[in-house]
């Protein structure tokens, strides 16, 4: 018998009295699987102190931290026909949106606002990974073509950062509608000769990919994301060959020329500030 642990730990445990640990505390990072205090990771942007792994983050979080100070102002979007199909498969489309709504608190997988970013004027729309993995149906589709319109109106700059497993394919042919509708509304900013930067997060893959994300000016990616259009494993079956080290990684994507920037979330709102600020500055010059 251990008279430490048996008698007088417990002694000690009755003396002062048992602490409930709160379930919240800690955090996994999903890359090297170590514990952080969740406390820590907010601090550090949702990034691991230990491996610098960039967690999936709410859509809230994104714009507090993208615009000066936090401070914005939220826009209401336009709210499409629901279940237009009718569609079903585990469950009614129409439950699960109701699901998804009262877990995220959004109305679908699209926030857009305005404010500042480097004291220059810019409308951010953020896509939501929570909600049905941030795939893009009709409520997207009007999300962008607001945030165009919204960017157009206050002669602004118009940022994306996106975040999708592709198209909703409970709303069918009505989804995949919306890749040509989303590249029009980004062309309406570029017509008005407004910058449009994309900031690509992990994960941007599907018909997202194929559509507006690649039609930036600039166009960014956090270190790590997933990019892509197919996944990895389709693509090996297809071509039959193995794929190289850290394909559809923002890194390998801009190495190959895909991509402009891969930027640190520390550093986001500086480097969207300065690109503003050149691209302002070129364009006024060019008027």
């Known amino acids: 018998m251990n008279w430490l642990t048996e008698y007088v730990r417990p002694k000690i445990r009755t003396l002062f009295g048992q602490r409930d640990v709160p379930d919240n505390l800690w955090g996994q990072c999903s890359a090297c699987q170590q514990m952080v205090f969740n406390a820590e990771l907010d601090k550090n942007l949702r990034v691991c102190s230990h491996c610098g792994h960039h967690m999936r983050v709410k859509a809230t979080q994104r714009l507090s931290w993208t615009f000066d100070g936090g401070k914005h102002t939220r826009i209401d979007l336009p709210k499409p026909p629901v279940d237009p199909l009718k569609f079903r498969d585990s469950k009614r489309y129409v439950d699960r949106l109701k699901d998804y709504r009262e877990k995220t608190h959004l109305d679908d997988a699209i926030v857009v606002a305005h404010g500042t970013i480097g004291g220059h004027r810019a409308v951010v ?34 940022i994306v950062f996106t975040a999708s497993g592709g198209a909703r394919m409970q709303e069918g042919t009505i989804s995949l509608m919306q890749m040509p509708r989303t590249v029009i509304a980004t062309q309406m900013v570029k017509e008005k000769g407004l910058p449009f930067i994309t900031v690509l997060t992990d994960p941007t893959t599907g018909g997202v990919t194929a559509s507006f994300t690649m039609l930036g000016d600039i166009q960014i990616a956090e270190p790590g994301a997933e990019i892509g259009f197919a996944g990895a494993r389709v693509i090996e079956q297809t071509v039959r060959e193995k794929l190289p080290e850290g394909f559809q990684r923002s890194e390998y994507l801009l190495s190959h020329g895909i991509l402009d920037l891969v930027v640190k979330r520390a550093e986001m709102n500086a480097t969207l500030g300065r690109l503003i600020g050149l691209l302002r500055v070129k364009q006024l010059d060019a008027a």
């Open 125 to 158: 729309a953020v896509m939501s990974f929570d909600f049905m993995g941030g795939s893009m149906g009709s409520a997207v589709g009007e999300g962008i073509v607001a945030a165009a319109k919204l960017a157009v109106l206050q002669d602004a700059p118009l």
